[in-house]
């Protein structure tokens, strides 16, 4: 009877740690990257009354008797199933779909998130909402990211400048009318730069000079002053196709344009989406673009599915400023809770393997989405009748051997 009430006190004992567990999930079913958790129980040591004995010709085998001493807590275990994303519309609330943990460095340590809020400080470091910094790799001068170099606080360079850069290319597109009368004339105008951002005007002229064949022409400025452009003799064939010039391309030397070096004029190559050719309508010629810019100023910054911080810029630019890291585990239930869903890394979880989203198991990440918590409400709810249960048939038992005691002290009056 004693034996009993010292077994059910073990019930209650793991049954009032069922309810912490169900009670902390309960409590943090809207708590952002929340990882709920499940507790496993198990029996004690058993105390043998009798053991087995072997079978033998005269008499045949008997098995053990054992009476078991309770329960107890084999251990609390973690559920790191993916939570719902829930939209925001924050460009610095970021998800994590798929396997992986942000890293963050607080306090001297890093630690392991999925909780996605972030923001950026005054010294334009990315930070989380208790201000552990955010962990990745800066880009170099000209944007690229090595995702091998060790992770450091990323930071969004504020006010960052580019420099300008020399136009060294233009490229044209579109068709030329095959009805037009010779003599007619289109004009197509692009903005080029100097290796000081200095814009200049450049205007191309297409003259129709015989059947199938155009004449190109360049002025710059304003007054208008001729500009030199080689390979300036366009003809197609009968199907409006490109012949020449053979390289697809017109050139104007270096100089020619005040402050500038030699500029290619791509016309298209052969069978290309945008190129120039020739056909019956009306005219669709264009520039489609030119690789020059004046220097541009930091405006705003987006983060791509792969964790990339991708600027933009006053010039129209972009470029890539730095890389979100993310951390993935052998074992990510032997990750130990330390709070603000925040985890650190121990023996039994593995070292943390940090590379690029999409990259070696780990998920993509959805800018303007938080993930929830994975809690189950209707199974929290479950588990606590459970629990509930489980501690009343305990104190049941406690009940019942007391009243045993009680009949045993009562036989001698």
Known sequence: ?????????????????????????????????????????????????????????????????????????????????????????????IAIQGDGFFVVEQGGQMLYSRAG??????LGRIVTQEGAMVQGWQAGPNGAVDAGAPVTALTVPVGDLVPPVMTSEIRLGGSLPADAADGTALVSTVTVYDGQGNPADLTVTFTKTATNQWTATATQGDPAVAVALTDSVLTFDANGELTSPAAFQMGIAAGQVPGLGAIAVSLGQAGA??????????S??????????????????????????????SNGRTRVIGQIALASFANPE???????????????????????????GRGLLS?????????????????????????????RVITAADELLSDVVNLKR
């Open 117 to 122: 809020s972030f923001s950026v400080d005054a």
């Open 334 to 360: 032997g990750l130990e809770k330390i709070g603000s869903s925040s985890y650190r890394a121990t023996p039994n979880s593995g070292l943390a393997a940090l590379g690029a989203a999409g990259a070696g």
């Open 1 to 93: 009877m004693i034996r009993s009430m010292y077994s059910a006190i073990s019930g209650l004992r793991n049954h009032q740690t069922m309810m912490d567990v169900v009670g902390d999930n309960i409590a943090n079913v809207n708590s952002t990257g929340f990882k709920g958790s499940a507790v496993v129980f198990q029996d004690v040591l058993s105390q043998t009354l009798r053991g087995g004995g072997a079978a033998t010709g005269a008499l045949g085998g008997t098995n053990p008797a054992q009476v078991g001493l309770g329960a107890r807590l084999a251990g609390v275990t973690g559920n790191f199933s993916q939570g719902a994303l829930q939209r925001t519309g924050r460009t610095m609330d």
């Open 367 to 395: 800018t303007g989405t938080l993930e929830m918590s994975n809690v189950d409400l209707a199974q929290e709810f479950t588990n606590l009748i459970v629990a509930q249960r489980g501690f009343q048939a305990n104190s």
């Open 273 to 282: 989406t945008e190129r120039i050719t020739q056909l019956g309508g009306k």
């Open 284 to 313: 669709t010629i264009k520039v489609l673009d030119q690789d020059g810019s004046a220097a541009g100023s930091l405006q705003s910054f987006n983060v791509s599915q792969d964790g990339q911080l991708v600027g933009s810029y």
